[in-house]
């Protein structure tokens, strides 16, 4: 099946400092969504990314998506402890949109 | 601002037993869906639902577990016979209204503890 990996891991970065969590797939996407989670909540929607090139911004994030629609990175702008949380990406695979794929997942933890 | 809705936020049951978690997606939408994430573990798509049936399932969606939109608003996942594999947080979404957007909004999860 197809896997979406997420990178990295885990991240610890300076309150005010710029961070980039990438996300992988083998085969080309119909459609990548991002996701926030606070440890054991729900996820909250940040951006959906569909068309090769694409690239949106909300507040400080900027998500990109390539060319070839198979990696996508997240970048945050002057980082503040409100942007610690767990960041998922999520694939459409079929273009429906009704069955998302989600990578491991970035622990994103801002010291202040 | 509209959001998905679920009860209740934890459940603790006895192996064997039925559990039905509720939900209640966002009142214009048209698709809801179930997604488990076993603690430490990845987000998994259990289920898709539309027009009162079964749009798609995964391989974890196997005969123990059932969807039901009873009444106008709710939906509900029902486990027949817990496991303990079943522990999981259980995640309920929804999406598409009429102007067709694709993105899928999700509930704040019932945490599922089997003993």
């Known amino acids: 099946s197809q896997e979406l990996e997420q990178s990295p891991q885990s991240l610890i970065v300076q309150e005010g400092k710029n961070l980039t969590i990438n996300c992988t797939s083998s085969?080309?996407?119909?459609?990548l969504y991002w996701y926030k989670q606070k440890y054991g909540e729900g996820l909250i929607f940040l951006m959906m990314?569909?068309?090769?090139?694409e690239e949106k911004s909300h507040e400080k994030i900027t998500a990109k998506l390539d060319e070839k629609k198979q990696q996508s990175s997240l970048h945050i702008t002057a980082s503040q402890p409100s942007h610690a949380g767990i960041y998922l990406c999520?694939?459409?695979?079929?273009?429906?949109?009704?069955?998302?794929?989600f990578g491991s997942g970035t622990q994103l933890t801002v010291l202040p | 601002e509209p959001e998905v809705t679920q009860t209740p936020s934890h459940q603790v049951t006895q192996m064997g037993q039925e559990v039905i978690l509720r939900c209640v997606p966002i009142?214009?939408?048209?698709?809801f869906y179930w997604y488990r994430q076993i603690l430490g573990q990845k987000v998994e798509f259990l289920v898709s639902?539309?027009?009162?049936?079964?749009?798609?399932k995964s391989e974890i969606f196997d005969d123990q577990f059932s969807v039901e939109r009873p009444d106008g608003s709710n939906f509900t996942l029902k486990i027949r016979s817990t496991k303990l594999e079943d522990s999981a947080m259980y995640f309920c979404?929804?999406?598409?209204?009429?102007?067709?957007?694709?993105?899928?909004?999700f509930g704040p999860g019932t945490r599922l503890l089997v003993l």
């Open positions: 999520g694939a459409d695979r079929s273009g429906s949109a009704r069955q998302l794929t």
């Open positions: 639902f539309y027009n009162n049936e079964i749009s798609e």
């Open positions: 085969k080309t996407l119909y459609g």
């Open positions: 009142s214009n939408h048209l698709y």
């Open positions: 979404a929804s999406s598409v209204d009429v102007a067709g957007g694709k993105t899928q909004y």
């Open positions: 990314l569909q068309k090769g090139g």
